[in-house]
């Protein structure tokens, strides 16, 4: 079945550490997005790539930094710049002008 | 720009339907919606192009007003399964780059 996998489904990050967030589809999508969701709040975008070994900035993304070398790939890395991590954070795909599929989702949290 | 849900909360009995409306300030090439339950991903519902058109299947439909750049989502004879919260999500587009942007949800619950 396609679909989008995220992991670790928990993760727990140290003061100054950095972390990374592993998303994967074999969906075939060419766009990605990697939104954060706090609790009783919307999906703010952090970024989104639309095309291989290229992304953009969303509304949040200092603090953050990803990568597209593979259309199947879309990881995103919380940096130490980023103050507080701790949140629900949430890879999608989709097709040109279709529906978003979302993975389950990474729940950060920091120690 | 973020797009504005209204209402924010709304209980129901089951039965009984519910609209939940989504307005942006700016020029919208499509809104989508989405159904999140406690704990899990947003699970996507339906999308509306631009061009007025309305979509749905039985018991839940929306329309958009591009005019207005308003969408409204429409929940009849509601079930318990329909709790959770719904999002709208805003696209703009420039060539072929478009990004989403979310409302801040509408949290509905049915009761028995």
């Known amino acids: 079945d396609g679909g989008i996998t995220q992991s670790p489904k928990y993760l727990f990050r140290k003061e100054g550490q950095n972390v990374t967030l592993s998303c994967e589809q074999n969906?075939?999508?060419?766009?990605m997005y990697w939104y954060r969701q706090d609790p009783g709040q919307g999906l703010r975008l952090i970024y989104y790539?639309?095309?291989?070994?290229?992304?953009q900035k969303g509304d949040i993304a200092e603090g953050y930094s990803v990568s597209r070398e593979k259309k199947e790939s879309f990881p995103l890395t919380v940096t130490s710049a980023q103050k507080n991590p701790t949140a629900f954070y949430l890879c999608?795909?989709?097709?040109?002008?279709?529906?978003?599929?979302f993975g389950s989702g990474t729940r950060l949290t920091v120690v | 720009q973020q797009p504005v849900q209204s209402p924010q909360a709304v209980i129901l009995r089951e039965g009984e339907d519910a609209v939940i409306n989504c307005s942006s300030s700016k020029a919208l090439y499509s809104v989508h919606w989405y159904r999140q339950k406690h704990g899990e991903a947003p699970v996507f519902l339906m999308i509306l192009l631009k061009g007025g058109e309305q979509k749905g299947h039985e018991k839940i439909s929306a329309s958009f007003n591009e005019k207005k750049q308003q969408s409204s989502l429409y929940l009849t004879a509601s079930q318990l399964s329909y709790s959770g919260t719904y999002f709208c999500g805003t696209e703009e587009r420039w060539g072929n780059t478009g990004k989403l942007i979310f409302g801040q949800g509408t949290t509905l619950q049915v009761k028995p």
């Open positions: 969906l075939n999508h060419d766009a």
């Open positions: 790539s639309q095309i291989v070994n290229d992304f």
């Open positions: 999608a795909s989709n097709p040109r002008e279709g529906g978003y599929t």
